[in-house]
């Protein structure tokens, strides 16, 4: 008797695990030694912060296409043509094209410029404003030159829940704008406008102000902010100008954010200028406007755009140099080319500056190691999936999702794209307190199958994870899922949070919580090979 149910317990394991053999298959091969190998490594000093660009970043891109080679992914990047030499050719080397798992492409870095030059011409005469005394500029994209009429608009805001329109009675159509920073009614909380906006729960940022302006033909953004004196940030003799967490000094150390990265496809910035309250009032002059009386009347929700006189001269100046820049492919061929999924993370970080390495264990070495871990699982069931899998690693993410921007602007079978997969930090505890177990998933809304199937997964495999779900109408925030959803396909994103080492050098691989890191990719492996076998549950 006792060996009849051997017998019918054998018979029931085998019938369970011969209907899904890849799944635990894949399973078998996840574990902390294979993660925790290659994080150590991907997350060195050796690679120097892996800033996008540099040789760091390059060994690190080496490193994970070799990966993808090992476990025989095949190559989704750009064509290589070997050509041999003479030498060669004696040596019997051949002519040969193939396909590699770089897809390489180029970003334009720039840096900041000491040449910056404004100037007001009125009544024959010409007013020339200093750079960091009556000006500043935030960032300048490239070399620019242009003279047109300026006009004030107010806050530059408009809102037709409360009837208001600093753009109503001008046209700033190839002209240069003139604005009040913030919005009607800060300066008074008792004021219509401050109540009005408050209870209506309005927010409008800076960068909203400027898309609304440059949409509406701005060639640029002059803007004062009566809450502060903004000279005090140009000062020239403040003992010690820097002074920060890790560094007190005179000198400026040298930081990844000095530099900014974009495509060349990207559409270019108007300049957006700050400017002291002396360059404002001069700006104004002879108007009929004064900046009290200005704030007023916004106050009570009553505009006072004008187009002013004179005309403003604008010449502003950026160091650029182009960077070859490199995202990762690789592709597990499934039964149906024409529906693709997706799964990537960015493999690039802050580099190093001042003889710190910012080595970027959990950002984003816990997220690369999480592809390339699923990637080899996908391979070692030896099954071919019902949809193709591509295993994606962007580069440049840390400078403007660039990687993953250019693969979602030149990738022909976008289209057939059904799912993205998105990993951004996840082998961390958000605090010292926090649960280890927490992660967040956020997801497409409409697709609650992807967190019915997280949750089974959960529980049929017990992965001990505390899973708080977000669903987002459209899921364009935050990480390389951006451009996914832009482009309307589902996606889900695993993050375990913030922490105090985030973007600092001590974001270090002895901090990462391995198990927690480990559950969320087998709970990644288990949903995307259910969903690449299982194309509906996402369809």
Known sequence: MRNFLIGILLSLSFMASSQNPGKETGLRTINRQVIQSQLEFLASDWMEGREAGTAGNYLAGDYLASLFKLYQLKPAGDEMTFTPNRYQKLLGAEFEKSMGYFQKFSAVEVSSSQEQFISLFRDKKEIQFQYKNDFGISFVSRNQQFKSNLVFVGYGFQND??????????????????????????????????????EKKIKVSAREKNTLAFEKGALAVLEYDPSKNVQEEWSANKAFYFNEAMYEGAAKPESFYDKKLRLPTDKQTPPQISISKQMFEDLLFESGVQAEDIIAKAADLKTSSVELRGELKIDVHAHTRILGLRNILGVVEGENPDKIMIVGAHYDHLGKYNGQVFNGADDNGSGVVAVTTIAKAFMETRIKPKCTVIFALWDGEERGLLGSRHFVETFEDIGKTILYLNFDMVGRNGSPDAPGNKVAMIYTKAYQNLVETS??????????????????????????????????????????????????????????????LESIIKLSFLNMWEFANQPALVE
């Open 455 to 516: 949750k089974a997964n959960m529980e049929d495999f017990d992965l001990n994870l505390d899973v708080n779900f977000s669903g987002v109408e459209r899921p364009v925030g935050g990480s390389d899922n951006s451009g996914f959803a832009q482009n309307d396909i589902p996606i889900f994103w695993f993050h375990t949070g913030g922490h105090t080492d985030y973007h600092k050098a001590s974001d270090h691989v002895e901090l990462i919580n391995w198990q927690k």
């Open 161 to 198: 829940e409360l009837g208001y329109d600093d753009y109503k009675n001008v046209n700033i159509e190839g002209k240069i704008v003139l604005r009040l920073a913030g919005l009607p009614g800060d300066m008074d909380t008792n004021s219509r406008a401050s109540l009005s906006i408050s």
